[in-house]
């Protein structure tokens, strides 16, 4: 397995388009998390699944963002309506979580998708 | 407000000098991570600390977590320009929330 993959790795679209990115996990991983991050800064937390549910969304993710994981593989992130302050690196982190949320459990990152909003 | 906040926010140093970044918090958190992230890449994890007073080694990195666990500090010896990057501290609380510290970008000239 060649770890976290995710695309497009660049995104650049007008105000009001609407945009998706995909990330493919480790293949045998059941966690999988959403992070957004701008230049310098630490990444922010999103969302993320456990398999295909959808078990914690972060109040950054207003109702113009909405995550999926129908089959508890990959996941998409839409946009919608995208808007300047939306421009930012997306990341994608996958882990395998033996029960319920462990401290030491281990994100494996995905290289991002740079999204520029003109 | 930041959970963890980081310092300092920028560094540069040249190559062979020794540096430390800390991480800190008011909150206690159950583990700490450290970060490594390089332009246009995704964070890499360098280590993992769980226990109050722990100390780990990495070459000529060394991870300490906090007697109260609220805090941690990083120490890199003879700094190379391979250790440019942005090192970023990472948790999860006691009630399980995970969260990124603010960063720190440390650049080492040759």
């Given at each position: 397995d060649t770890g976290v993959s995710q695309n497009p790795r660049h995104k650049i679209t007008k105000r009001g388009q609407n945009v998706t990115f995909r990330c493919d996990p480790i293949?045998?991983?059941?966690r999988l998390y959403w992070y957004r991050q701008t230049l310098g800064q630490g990444p922010e937390f999103l969302t993320y699944f456990q398999n295909e549910a959808q078990l914690e969304k972060s109040?950054?993710?207003?109702?113009r963002f909405s995550a999926e994981r129908p089959k508890g593989s990959f996941s998409t992130l839409e946009i919608q309506r995208?808007?300047?302050?939306?421009s930012a690196m997306y990341l994608c982190a996958s882990s395998l979580a033996r029960?319920?949320?462990?401290?030491t459990d281990t994100q494996y990152f995905g290289p991002g998708t740079r999204l520029t909003v003109l | 407000t930041q959970l963890l906040e980081q310092s300092p926010q920028f560094l540069s140093i040249q190559e062979g000098e020794n540096l430390t970044v800390y991480c800190n918090s008011s909150s206690v958190f159950s583990s700490l991570q450290w970060y490594r992230q390089e332009p246009g890449e995704g964070p890499v994890l360098l280590v993992t600390v769980v226990t109050g007073g722990e100390v780990k080694k990495l070459k000529r990195l060394t991870f300490q977590f906090g007697d109260a666990r609220k805090d941690s500090s990083l120490h890199i010896t003879a700094?190379?320009?391979?250790?440019t990057g942005l090192y970023l501290c990472a948790g999860y609380t006691t009630g399980n929330q995970f969260y990124f510290g603010t960063g720190t970008s440390l650049t080492v000239i040759p």
């Open positions: 293949s045998e991983h059941n109040r950054l993710l207003s109702d995208t808007e300047q302050g939306d029960g319920f949320v462990s401290f | 700094a190379q320009p391979g250790d």
